[in-house]
């Protein structure tokens, strides 16, 4: 069965939430995630220091509305004080507050952010002392196992997340050096959530709604986060809820996929503008038609499109085809 999940004070209606993604999760990805079925969905991460000077690029980021919630934002940084105010500026957003400590690329690590805390177990704690002093919205983590192999300082950051006043916190069980090669090694997300009070929300190798029900099996975990495995398919969460609830989960016809694919470029259009959308769209097609007949040459084609009229055309035309 699907269950509520409590953070703080937020209840969840399900424990199936939609993952931070760079350059992915923003207010189109996140209102269709929710159309099927996400009880939580989250920003990409936002960088505080980008807040805290004000950049009208980095608020861009916390671009949402009301039906858009509740909602999670990602800050990262590495600076305690720093990221207290920007958890401050975030409140009027967010309904939740996260801090990203497992991003892996070297142009985050190299600021000390992302999963260079996972190094600086003290670092962490002054972080979480600062800004759980700052807010009152539910905070949580997301981290990766450690640094490398060898060198796995979850349990320690895990028992200073609730030490300090974390509501959650989210393993993705993969240590930086292995970026995303290899397995999420679930039985480490077990391990965690014998280890620690608070609700673990587990991350990785979530591909299909089967990988949803085994991870909350195997894993005893609270929730469920989704990243890769909803790209061009938020028919996911819903899937994965039947399962849950011991009903069949049935795919998306061509129908559905294209209705959705149209209405992600209109959500899109309208909040970015015609060619952002198009260019940004262009990847978001090729996930929503992975599998189908003549996907490729459809993505190497979409490529070159430029306005949304060329867009809808072409989809209409391999959706038309793929029904
Ligand atoms: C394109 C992309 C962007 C991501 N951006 C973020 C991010 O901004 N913050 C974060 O905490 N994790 C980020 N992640 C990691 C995911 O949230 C997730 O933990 C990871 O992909 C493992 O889950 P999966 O194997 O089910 O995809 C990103 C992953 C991908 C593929």
Known sequence: MTSKLRIGALTLANNLILAPMAGITNLPARLLARRYGASLCFTEMVSVNGLVREGRKTFDLLRSSPDDRPLGVQLFGDEPGILAEAARLVEGYADLVDINMGCPVKKVVGTGAGSALLREPKKVADILRAVRRATKLP???????????????????GRIAAEEGCDALTLHPRTRAQMFEGHADWELIRELKDAISIPIIGSGDIFS????????????????MIARGGLGNPWIFKQAQALLEGREAHPPDARERLAVA????DLFTELAGEPVAVREMRKHLAWYVKGLPG??????????????DEMLAAMNSFFGRAS
């Open 139 to 157: 905070l949580t983590i997301k981290i990766r196992t450690g640094w490398q192999a060898g060198q796995h300082t979850f349990h320690e950051i």
């Open 209 to 224: 709604p089967h990988d949803v029900v085994a991870m909350l099996e195997r894993t005893g975990c609270d929730g469920v």
């Open 262 to 265: 149209q209405l992600h470029l």
């Open 295 to 308: 996907a490729a040459p459809f993505r190497a084609a979409a490529n070159t499109i430029q306005t949304k």
